[in-house]
């Protein structure tokens, strides 16, 4: 089945959101794009932010716009798309792409498919949670089933996977980051007076989903806490992001007295400037893979405060690249943010150590030659 060269690769992916998971298979595809022997396409189900990024690199993409199909109608439209074009692998992202994907595929020509895991399921409640449970477990069985590969970006998600999975071959390849993308040419001290910040007030900035397992609850709580222990306007939080906590996450700032100096800013488009403007990175996870926004930070150059959860220890050694906190844990992030507001010369030498290990050890070309290397190991042995 394998060719020479030009292999066919289409990824297929949801694309309702821009989140870490959509950073990086734009990353990913537009590294993958760059090796002669590939041809990279892709199909996303949303018209957003994912698609204008992958054409403005150059990736052809197609749009089968799932808020006016159904599961069907998207199923018939894979199958007649793939019958058409012939790829020889489909690169699936989420489940409910790769549930259809793999259906599709099979009733096309039959090509490899593999998914990528960007994270494990959600503590979710009511249908949510129903839905989920739904989903990941008919994923499951139509991986076991069907499914060639399985791509993990962390080494925990990976174990996991193996132990779910025992009848596919799973690899784990982390996520990686184009650092040369990853710049700001704002001036920190100019941004913060724009937001009417002081100049000398010590800033936590956050950036991701505000859903639960994103913890910025417990930020919140451990700012209240730092703020308490500081001279008044001296501390200010910035959340950078949306998503369905955002009301309770206002209410929960006024509960802990910090609505005054605590900042939503919701969805943003120059994320690297706003960053620029931070002290301090805060990443309060209950569980990440291995987060596109934490090497965002790594390269930006902010001292980092995250939860040891996940592949995060996989990515940042506590008291080195970064200072890591258990989840859930107010008071432990109240702490780490006093320590690094006390300590320059440990704020920089955070910086210094993890932008070495970020230009390093993840960059996206290596991740993209991994991948690489895993299609033509799955070919070969399909």
């Not at 690199?57 to 799932?66: A, H, M, Q, R, S």
């Not at 805060?282 to 592949?311: F, K, R, T, Y």
Request: one cysteine or more; hydrophobic letters at 45%.
């Amino acid at each position: 089945m394998e060719r020479l060269s030009g292999l066919r690769i289409c990824h297929l992916a949801s694309g309702d959101l821009w989140a870490g998971a959509e950073v990086q298979i734009a990353s990913l595809l537009g590294s993958l794009h760059c090796f002669a022997d590939l041809q990279v396409s892709a199909i996303v189900f949303n018209e957003g932010r994912l698609m204008e990024e992958l054409r403005k690199i150059g990736i052809p993409v197609t749009l089968f716009d799932e808020s006016r199909m159904g599961s069907f109608e998207l199923f018939s439209a894979l199958k007649s798309h793939w019958r058409q074009t012939q790829p020889d692998i489909i690169h699936a992202h989420r489940y409910k792409e790769h549930i259809l994907g793999v259906l599709a595929a099979k009733l096309s020509h039959n090509p490899a498919v593999i998914q990528t895991y960007h994270g494990l399921e959600e503590n979710l409640h009511g249908i949510a949670a129903l839905k989920m449970t739904v989903y990941a477990g008919l994923n499951t069985v139509v991986t076991n089933l069907f499914g060639q590969g399985v791509i993990g970006v962390s080494e925990d998600i990976a174990a996991r996977l193996r132990r779910r999975l025992p009848f596919t071959q799973v690899r784990c390849i982390r996520n990686g980051l184009d650092v040369e993308r990853v710049a700001s040419t704002v001036d920190g001290a100019l941004l913060r007076k724009k937001l009417g910040i002081p100049p000398d007030a010590f800033v936590v900035g956050s950036v991701g989903r505000l859903s639960p397992i994103k913890g910025i609850e417990d930020l919140i709580k451990g700012f209240g806490l730092l703020t308490r222990d500081s001279a008044a306007n001296s501390v200010w939080l910035i959340v950078v992001g949306d998503g369905p906590l955002r009301a309770s996450l206002n209410q929960l700032a006024k509960e802990q007295g910090v609505a005054g100096n605590t900042m939503f800013l919701g969805e943003r488009r120059d994320v690297y400037d706003l960053m620029r403007a931070f002290d301090v990175f805060a990443l309060p996870s209950l569980h990440e893979g291995v987060p596109m926004v934490l090497l965002e930070a790594m390269a930006i150059g902010v001292p980092i405060v995250a939860s040891g959860v996940g592949g995060i220890p996989e990515v940042v050694t506590d008291g080195q690249e970064a200072s890591l906190i258990p989840a859930q844990d107010p008071q432990a992030m109240m702490k780490a943010l006093r320590v690094l507001q006390s300590s320059k010369e440990l704020c920089e030498r955070m910086i210094e150590v993890a932008r070495y290990r970020v230009e390093t050890q993840f960059s996206i070309c290596v991740t993209a030659g991994l991948v690489r290397d895993f299609y033509r190991e799955l070919l070969a042995a399909n």
